[in-house]
């Protein structure tokens, strides 16, 4: 599993950037990356399938959202509600598979 990396003053890297933009796959795989690579561990939960991210106002977190949105897909099939605040929340659908299963 890839872990996310950071610079020196602790923001993440273009790779970490690069890694959310062109992630295709398990969306849930997703969401627990940029929570790995999120400033704030208490300003961010799982409930289920719901993702809640609060940025905090650091830039670094802002910029983990602004890679995300740059994912057109997980963006299109994710997001569900930002605020003002800097706060979004996220649903990762269920597939068929997980539907029939």
């Known amino acids: 599993m890839m872990h996310p990396t ?3 003053d602790g923001y ?19 969401f627990a ?6 400033r ?3 300003y961010w ?9 609060s940025t905090g106002g650091w830039s ?3 910029s983990l959202i602004e890679a995300l949105e740059a994912n057109f897909v997980a963006w299109a099939i994710c997001w569900l509600s930002s ?3 800097g706060h ?9 598979k997980a539907k029939e299963g």
Not at 88 to 94: A, E, K, L, N, Q
């Open 33 to 38: 990356f940029i929570g790995e690579a999120w």
């Open 6 to 8: 950071f610079d020196h």
């Open 83 to 85: 605020a003002r605040g």
């Open 12 to 30: 993440p890297t273009e790779e970490t950037l690069q890694a959310i933009r062109g992630w295709e796959a398990d969306m849930h795989a997703l």
């Open 60 to 62: 670094g977190n802002e």
């Open 88 to 96: 979004y929340v996220f649903s990762v659908p269920m597939t068929r």
């Open 40 to 42: 704030y561990p208490d």
């Open 45 to 53: 939960h799982r409930e289920g399938d719901t993702y809640r991210f």
